[in-house]
């Protein structure tokens, strides 16, 4: 069992046997103990005096003497100030170490045909621009929750939902057809995704300058962006769509198509992976269906300009547009059909959106609204808001084309662990494809784990030159921990089993380390049950900086007495193993060397 189980249970029985009273295990306060004192686990005193009507020093005093006296892990304790720290016993410790390395998968739990099924969304790029700095964080919060979700026992399916139809996209479309000069990925060398997110750039380039010359002219900028004829045409382009036009639905599926492959590129690099992919052109005509159906049993009401609405006032929201007046779909039309759709391909027990969080009213509404449709999971959908990605001089956007690009972004980290490699001389003696190898793995690592250790819910500056740094909490240093365990048992001429001898002393530091490694099962579920794959990051760093600190002060290889080289091998060889777990939540990879 837990220890942390063991003691809160073996002092809510101290409380009674000592005072006769009742306390609920939630009460007990229980915590790591600071460095400074003796001991492993401290209980706060001050809320059981208020039950044994003693002074704190004594009520600590006396359920300690109980703890002892009645429980075989209690070694000894010792009070400071109205806390009692308690010594657990070499024997539970020694257990733990081999319990632990036996069992190959600790901390992450199996699912089996019952478990809740979870879907994730992320990514839900559109098909207009290639991925961005922001995407890649969604991308990353999105697999990487996934992956806890699946490690706390679920069953997940990961899933994207691409934007591949709006206006956005027929601006793309209709750039192409007025300046591409049938430009394609093979004639120009570019990516897919790349080729069009410039011509979405240029039709806004050409789009301000229309507004210019139209207000030049003595326009008002609205009487200017009504009067434009470039978004006349966009729309136009957009009604001919729906309406099944075959040149522009030609066009459409062309261009797309170079997308996709661009896209595909890019996730495999940054490596993350969808079950399912749904696309908004083929979700939208369900979502007008229901909308339509909601029209007409009174839910939502049609304007005189022939636009359909959903009047919120009583959930204490306001008038959100469904359909447009033309009757083309907005987002939330789409996502009511994706909802419904996802819901007919799988029995989802639980259903997570990942997208930022300037969309938090936007899944107050979906909520709502899949609720009064009469969809009894609308109320249960759960929105992963998470902060924004900036950059040092500001946000970014895309029309503009100041947005960071992801493949390139993924190669500037790749190069600045070159750079920083370089420096120490490190990687000197590997071949040429390896070294390549671990600095992308380094590069990536770097990026991935620097936008994860934060708190979702943040927002992020990001910084390259900061999150390649091999000191301190960043995914290198972590990387170059695991590198180190490896390179240490590889060094060894030792045979190493999963026993620890019982004359074997673990020394405060390795007690320390042991009960770092079993807080991994918990850390786990924490980060399941809270969203935060941040929670996950830093229990790596803080596992990677004790070790260390144990690396430099106890000698492993020149120990002299074989049964603690043996244990000190063991404990170092699944605090490597527990690293990799960790960062392989994160979606991250280990070399084996550095």
């Not at 003796?38 to 020093?57: C, M, Q, R, Y």
């Not at 370089?422 to 390896?434: F, I, S």
């Amino acid at each position: 069992m837990n220890i942390d189980r063991i003691i809160i249970d073996a002092t809510v029985e101290a409380v009674q046997a000592l005072y006769g009273a009742s306390i609920d295990a939630s009460k007990i306060q229980l915590q790591a103990t600071r460095r400074e004192f003796e001991g492993n686990l401290t209980i706060v005193a001050f809320p059981l005096a208020k039950l044994s009507h003693k002074a704190p020093d004594v009520t600590a005093t006396e359920v300690g003497e109980y703890l002892v006296a009645n429980t075989a892990v209690v070694q000894r304790f010792n009070v400071v100030k109205g806390f009692l720290n308690i010594v657990i016993s070499q024997d539970y410790w020694r257990d733990v170490l081999v319990a632990i390395a036996a069992d190959e998968d600790y901390g992450i739990r199996v699912a089996s045909d019952d478990s809740p099924l979870v879907m994730v969304e992320y990514s839900s790029p559109n098909t207009n621009k290639p991925l961005h700095l922001g995407h890649v964080r969604n991308n990353l919060l999105g697999y990487s929750l996934a992956c806890i979700l699946e490690a706390c026992g679920n069953r997940v399916v990961k899933t994207n939902i691409v934007n591949d139809r709006g206006i956005h996209i027929c601006k793309s479309m209709l750039a192409w057809l007025k300046w591409g000069d049938g430009a394609t990925p093979e004639s120009t060398g570019k990516k897919g995704d790349h080729l069009i997110g410039d011509f979405y750039v240029e039709f806004d380039k050409h789009y301000k300058a229309e507004l210019a010359e139209l207000m030049n002219a003595g326009k008002s900028k609205e009487e200017a962006e009504a009067e434009s004829t470039l978004m006349a045409e966009a729309r136009e382009m957009l009604r001919k769509w729906e309406a099944g036009d075959e040149s522009v639905r030609s066009l459409w599926a062309m261009m797309n198509e170079w997308v996709y492959a661009g896209f595909d590129v890019t996730y495999r690099r940054m490596g993350v992976s969808f079950d399912k992919i749904y696309y908004e052109s083929q979700t939208y005509l369900v979502g007008k269906a229901k909308v339509l159906e909601g029209l007409e049993r009174g839910l939502f009401y049609r304007k005189e300009d022939g636009s359909v609405w959903a009047d919120l006032t009583g959930d204490g929201l306001d008038h959100k547009l469904l359909l447009r007046s033309d009757g083309t779909s907005v987002y939330m039309t789409q996502d009511i059909g994706t909802a419904k759709l996802r819901f007919d391909d799988y029995p989802i027990d639980k259903m997570i959106y990942v997208v930022g969080n300037e969309q938090n009213y936007h899944f107050e509404v979906l909520s709502l609204l899949l609720d009064k449709l009469g969809f009894s999971w609308g109320k249960d959908l759960t929105h992963f808001s998470y902060g924004m990605v900036e950059l040092p001089n500001g946000k970014m956007k895309s029309r503009e084309g100041t947005v960071v690009d992801a493949d390139d972004l993924m190669d500037s980290m790749i190069e600045t662990a070159r750079a920083k490699s370089e420096e120490p001389g490190r990687l000197v003696d590997m071949t040429g494809q390896e070294r390549e190898e671990v600095l992308r793995i380094v590069g990536l690592g770097a990026l991935k784990y620097y936008l994860l250790k934060v708190d979702p819910r943040k927002n992020i500056t990001f910084n390259p030159e900061e999150s390649i740094d091999f000191n301190g909490n960043t995914g290198p240093f972590i990387q170059y921990t695991y590198a180190r365990v490896r390179s240490l048992l590889r060094k060894s001429a030792v045979e190493c089993d999963n026993n620890v001898a019982a004359t074997v002393v673990l020394s405060d530091k390795e007690v320390g380390l042991v009960q770092r490694i079993a807080e991994f099962a918990d850390t786990v579920a924490d980060a399941g049950a809270n969203y935060s794959p941040a929670l996950i990051a830093n229990y790596a760093y803080d596992l990677a900086k004790e070790y260390n600190q144990y690396y430099h002060d106890c000698p492993i290889l020149r120990e002299p007495d074989e049964e603690v080289k043996r244990m000190r091998l063991l404990l170092s060889g699944i605090v490597g193993r527990t690293l990799k777990r960790a960062l392989g939540l994160l979606g991250i990879e280990v070399p084996a060397r550095m």
